[in-house]
């Protein structure tokens, strides 16, 4: 999806047999999800979503048909659902949508030395990090205070402090094919 979208869900694993889904929702409040026009999902295909329960939702294609089996639904497990942009309400001054940290430079703490740009935002469930494409290739960095001081999208930057690299000895990973002493 584009710059001009913004990702606000995800669709998770069926919810019974009649085409219901979990939803894990970005918004500050999951129920909003349902009241913003305009939403697609990663394929540019529009879709209403109307929550049934406690993360649980129908989806209903742009004709108004929806979802209506355990199948269905299973063809839906991990979509990515956006709004556009302009639907969006502009964030507080000290604010910003993990879509605006895309593309910015990032600047090594201290030296101010460009390592790259934002090339993506990932979560995975065990909190946020910033995908940096450089010229050294790719830095994967968790979004903390720690490692992200200062984020200026107005600036078109990000100040990151990279950490120290940590060795992990290979005996750490059982099951390693010819390391180690082990079974």
Same mark, same amino acid.
């Given at each position: 999806?584009?710059?001009? %979208?913004?990702?606000?869900?995800?669709?998770?694993?069926?919810?019974?047999?009649?085409?219901?889904?979990?939803?894990?929702?970005?918004?500050?409040?999951?129920? +909003?999800?349902?009241?913003?026009?305009?939403?697609? $999902? $990663?394929?540019?295909?529009?879709?209403?979503?109307?929550?049934? @329960?406690?993360?649980?939702?129908?989806?209903?294609?742009?004709? @108004?048909?929806?979802?209506?089996?355990? &199948?269905?639904?299973?063809?839906?497990?991990?979509?990515?659902?956006?709004?556009?942009?302009?639907?969006?309400? &502009?964030? $507080?001054?000290? &604010? =910003?949508? =993990?879509? +605006?940290?895309?593309?910015?430079?990032?600047?090594?703490?201290?030296?101010?030395?460009?390592?790259?740009?934002?090339?993506?935002?990932?979560?995975?469930?065990?909190?946020?990090?910033?995908?940096?494409?450089?010229?050294? @290739? %790719?830095?994967?960095?968790?979004?903390?205070?720690?490692?992200?001081?200062? !984020? $200026?999208?107005?600036?078109?930057?990000?100040? !990151?402090?990279?950490?120290?690299?940590? &060795? !992990?000895?290979?005996?750490? =990973?059982?099951?390693?094919?010819?390391?180690?002493?082990?079974?």
């Amino acid at each position: 999806m584009n710059h001009d %979208h913004v990702l606000m869900g995800v669709v998770g694993r069926p919810h019974g047999v009649r085409g219901l889904v979990h939803v894990h929702s970005y918004t500050a409040v999951a129920e +909003d999800l349902a009241t913003y026009a305009g939403l697609v $999902d $990663d394929l540019g295909r529009p879709w209403r979503l109307s929550w049934q @329960g406690n993360g649980v939702a129908r989806l209903c294609d742009a004709r @108004g048909n929806a979802i209506d089996s355990r &199948e269905a639904a299973q063809q839906m497990v991990n979509r990515k659902l956006y709004v556009p942009r302009a639907s969006l309400p &502009e964030p $507080d001054q000290d &604010e =910003f949508y =993990f879509a +605006d940290l895309v593309g910015l430079e990032a600047r090594e703490q201290g030296t101010e030395r460009v390592i790259g740009r934002v090339a993506a935002v990932h979560d995975y469930g065990a909190g946020t990090s910033l995908e940096i494409e450089g010229a050294g @290739g %790719h830095l994967l960095l968790p979004f903390t205070q720690a490692c992200v001081p200062v !984020v $200026d999208v107005r600036g078109g930057r990000i100040t !990151v402090c990279v950490p120290d690299e940590i &060795e !992990v000895p290979v005996e750490c =990973f059982p099951g390693t094919a010819g390391q180690g002493d082990g079974p």
